[in-house]
C-alpha cells in the first residue's frame, strides 16, 4: 500500500470528467497468449471475448435473466472542490464489482484531505506493459479513462485508511453495475450459481441410488446441485483438497439439508486408494488391467451394500482377500477391516454432516478402482473464463500448460474411479482450449473405451476444431474434429447467454462384454 500516493488531479473540463468517470476497461494478455486465443477463435471473436470477460455477467434466476449492464455514473463533486477520489487495487476492484464494499487492504491510494463521511470516486489501479518487458501498478497513472467503479462513502479519513489494518474504508453507494445482493436471503433456501455450473450437473445426470465422485468439489456449488437431481438418495462423495474448503462443502451441506453427501480432504490427484494390488491397475491405457482389479477387489458402494448385505459384511469371511500374486498364496493382502469397520459405523451413523465434528475433517485414503457410476471433475483451471476480469497478463503459454498437465493427471484418476458403463463429466471455467478441447483430445487418444456422450440439456456453442503450432514448431496442440466440437459445449462469454466462459464435455464409458460377470456384483437387483 502506497501511503504518500495520490491520484492524479480531478480531469480538467467537465467533458473530459464525463469520459474519465466511465467503466470501459480493456484486459491485457502476454502477447503470445493473445496470439494463442486469436488462433483458436480468431481475432474478432477474441477481442470480443476479451471485452465480454471485463464485464460482469448476466445473472439467471429461476428462469429469468437479469441482464446487466454498466450504467455511466456522474460524480457530482462539491462545486468548486477538486474531486476526491480513491483507487482500489485490481482484486479489490473484481470483488466491489460483484457487489463487495471497499476494504482496507485493497485501497492503493487516496486524495489527501480525504476525512471521514466524504463522498469519493472509486477508480481503479491495473497493470499497465512496464519498460522491462513486464507489468507495473501505477497509482499515479494519468489516464485512467474508463476505470471507474463506482462512488461511494470513506469510513475512515485518509489518515486512517493508511494507518489502520483491517476494516471497510469506503461504504459503496452507486455502482456501475446494480446488482442486487443475495447476501443472507433465503440461506439455505437458496444458493447461487451461475448457469454454466446448473448445466453441468444436469448433464452428469445422477440418478437417485447412485454412488457419485466429485474430484473438486469446494465450494459444494455442484455438489448440491447433484444431491438434489439425486433426491438426497444415494451417495456423492465430495472431495477437495483443502481443510477449510471441506469445512464449506459440509457446512452447504447441512444448510440445505442434504444427507447423502460425504466430504472428505484429498488430493484428487491420489484419489486411486493405494492397495498391496496396485499392479494390476497398470496405466489404465487398457480397460482390462483396470476390471480385473475391480473383480478381485470391488468396493461396492454403500448404498448398494445397505441393499442386501449390511450385516453380514460384519463378517471377517467377508473380508475382500485379494491375491496379488497366484504364485505366492502366502502373500495374501487383505483390505483393512478397521477401514471395513470404519465404513460400517459411517454407514449406521448416517452420511453428510456427522463427517463434520468439531470443525474437522475426514481425510480418506482414496477409493477402489471402478467404484463409482457417474465422475464430475470439475478441474482446477487457469479461470480465464471468470468474470469480472481486469487484467489477464499473468497468464503464460508456460502456466496454461501446466494447468492441462495436472488435469490430465487428475483425469486419468477419474477413469480408474469410474466404472464400465458409467460417465464422466469434465468441465472447467476457462476459455482456454488448452484445458477444454485438448484435453478431451488426450482423453479419447488415450483411452478408446471412452466416447463422447450427447449432452442434455445443451445451450452452450459447439467447441474449437483444428489444432495449434506455435510459430517456433516445438508445441502443437490438438483439439476437435467437427464431429465431436457438436458433442462438446462451450459457454461463450460474448455470446448472448451472457455467462461466464465454461467447458463441459461428457465423457461414456464403454460396457465391455467380457467383463459383463464383474459388474454383476455392483448390480443392485443382484444385491437385494
Ligand atoms: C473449480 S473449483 C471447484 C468448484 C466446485 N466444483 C463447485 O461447483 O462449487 C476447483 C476446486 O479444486 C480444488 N483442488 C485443486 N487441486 C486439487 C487437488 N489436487 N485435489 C482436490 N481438490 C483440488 C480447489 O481447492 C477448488 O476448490
Not at 39 to 57: C, K, T
Request: aromatic share 8%; hydrophobic share 35%.
Amino acid at each position: 500500500m502506497d501511503s504518500s500516493a495520490s491520484p492524479a488531479a480531478a480531469a480538467a473540463t467537465p467533458a473530459a470528467a464525463a469520459d474519465r468517470y466511465t467503466y470501459s476497461p480493456r484486459l491485457r494478455w502476454q502477447p503470445q497468449v493473445e496470439e494463442y486465443f486469436a488462433a483458436a477463435y480468431g481475432r474478432d471473436r477474441f477481442a470480443r471475448i476479451s471485452e465480454a470477460l471485463a464485464m460482469v455477467e448476466s445473472k439467471h434466476m429461476k428462469g429469468v435473466l437479469w441482464c446487466i449492464r454498466p450504467h455511466a455514473l456522474h460524480y457530482d463533486s462539491q462545486p468548486d472542490q477538486s474531486i476526491k477520489e480513491v483507487i482500489v487495487s485490481r482484486k479489490c476492484a473484481e470483488s466491489v464489482l460483484r457487489g463487495a464494499q471497499v476494504y482496507i487492504p485493497g485501497v492503493l491510494a487516496c486524495s489527501s484531505h480525504v476525512e471521514k463521511g466524504d463522498k469519493v470516486a472509486v477508480s481503479v489501479a491495473i497493470e499497465q506493459p512496464a519498460e522491462d518487458g513486464g507489468w507495473t501498478v501505477d497509482t499515479h497513472y494519468e489516464e485512467r479513462k474508463g476505470l471507474y467503479i463506482g462512488q461511494g462513502i470513506t469510513a475512515m479519513s485518509r489518515s486512517g485508511i493508511f494507518r489502520v489494518p483491517h476494516g471497510v474504508a469506503v461504504e459503496m453507494t452507486e455502482r456501475v453495475y446494480k446488482l442486487p445482493s443475495f447476501n443472507d436471503v433465503l440461506e439455505g433456501e437458496i444458493f447461487l450459481q451461475n448457469l454454466p455450473s446448473v448445466v453441468a450437473a444436469r448433464v452428469l445426470d445422477p440418478q437417485p441410488g447412485e454412488r457419485i465422485l466429485d474430484m473438486c468439489a469446494a465450494p459444494g456449488g455442484k455438489t448440491t446441485a447433484i444431491a438434489i437431481l439425486m433426491k438426497d438418495q444415494g451417495e456423492i462423495i465430495a472431495l477437495d483438497r483443502s481443510h477449510n474448503k471441506v469445512m464449506d462443502i459440509l457446512k452447504l451441506a447441512a444448510e440445505m439439508d442434504l444427507n447423502c453427501i460425504k466430504a472428505y480432504k484429498l488430493d484428487a490427484l491420489k484419489s486411486v486408494r493405494k492397495t498391496n494390488d496396485a499392479k494390476y491397475i497398470g496405466e489404465a491405457g487398457s480397460r482390462t488391467d483396470a476390471i480385473v482389479t475391480l473383480a478381485e477387489n470391488s468396493e461396492p458402494c454403500i448404498n448398494k451394500v445397505d441393499a442386501g448385505i449390511t450385516n453380514a459384511s460384519e463378517d471377517s469371511s467377508t473380508t475382500s482377500v485379494v491375491h496379488t500374486d497366484n504364485k505366492r498364496p502366502d502373500d495374501k493382502r487383505y483390505v483393512s477391516k478397521a477401514d471395513l469397520r470404519k465404513n460400517l459405523r459411517r454407514m449406521r451413523n448416517g452420511p453428510g454432516r456427522n463427517n463434520c465434528s468439531g470443525g474437522r475433517v475426514e481425510n480418506s485414503k482414496g477409493f477402489l478402482p471402478n467404484s463409482f457410476d457417474r465422475v464430475l471433475l470439475d478441474a482446477p483451471c487457469s479461470a480465464l473464463g471468470l468474470r469480472p476480469r481486469l487484467f489477464a497478463g499473468e497468464e503464460t503459454l508456460e502456466s496454461l500448460r501446466s494447468h492441462a498437465t495436472y488435469q490430465r493427471r487428475m483425469f486419468d484418476q477419474a477413469v480408474k474411479l469410474v466404472r464400465s458403463g458409467g460417465v464422466i463429466v469434465y468441465s472447467t471455467c476457462t476459455i482456454n482450449p488448452g484445458e477444454n478441447e485438448a484435453l478431451v483430445r488426450y482423453a479419447l487418444d488415450k483411452y478408446k473405451f471412452l466416447s463422447l456422450g450427447s449432452q442434455h440439456p445443451k445451450i452452450g456453442g459447439p467447441g474449437i476444431v483444428g489444432s495449434f503450432e506455435l510459430s517456433t514448431k516445438k508445441y502443437t496442440e490438438e483439439w476437435l474434429t467437427e464431429h465431436e466440437s457438436q458433442l462438446v459445449q462451450r459457454f461463450d462469454p460474448s455470446s448472448s447467454l451472457d455467462t461466464i466462459g465454461f467447458f463441459i464435455a461428457k465423457f461414456d464409458v464403454q460396457i465391455l462384454a467380457s467383463h459383463c460377470a464383474t459388474w454383476h456384483y455392483q448390480d443392485p437387483d443382484y444385491l437385494s
